[in-house]
């Protein structure tokens, strides 16, 4: 994979609804110039529709040629994963 650049996204403790046109707006920007580390240690509660941008986000990623992966994902993170039976969407994506 190419490392053109290195975007690193920091995750708010809540991510619904009212927050995720703020990041999805920052994943765009960030994948269209390279490899994104999205820092995800700070998650208290996340939304289904967050997850399943952050899946959209790391195969956009993978078709540019960039890396993409989730740093330190907090219990509450890999909790709404695996309730919701994403978790092998999110293997190899997830470090730390």
């Not at 190419?2 to 960030?30: C, E, N, V």
């Not at 992966?69 to 909790?79: G, K, L, V, Y």
């Amino acid at each position: 994979m190419s490392k053109k650049a290195d975007k690193s996204i920091a995750l708010p403790a809540i991510i619904d609804l009212d927050s995720l046109d703020s990041i999805r707006d920052g994943l765009l920007d960030a994948i269209e110039e390279g490899s994104v580390s999205v820092t995800a240690g700070a998650v208290e509660r996340v939304s289904t529709n967050a997850l399943f941008m952050l899946i959209s986000a790391a195969e956009t990623a993978r078709r540019n040629h960039f890396e993409f992966s989730i740093e330190q994902p907090s219990a509450a993170m890999t909790s709404s994963i695996e309730r919701l039976g994403l978790g092998a969407q999110f293997t190899g994506l997830m470090r730390g």
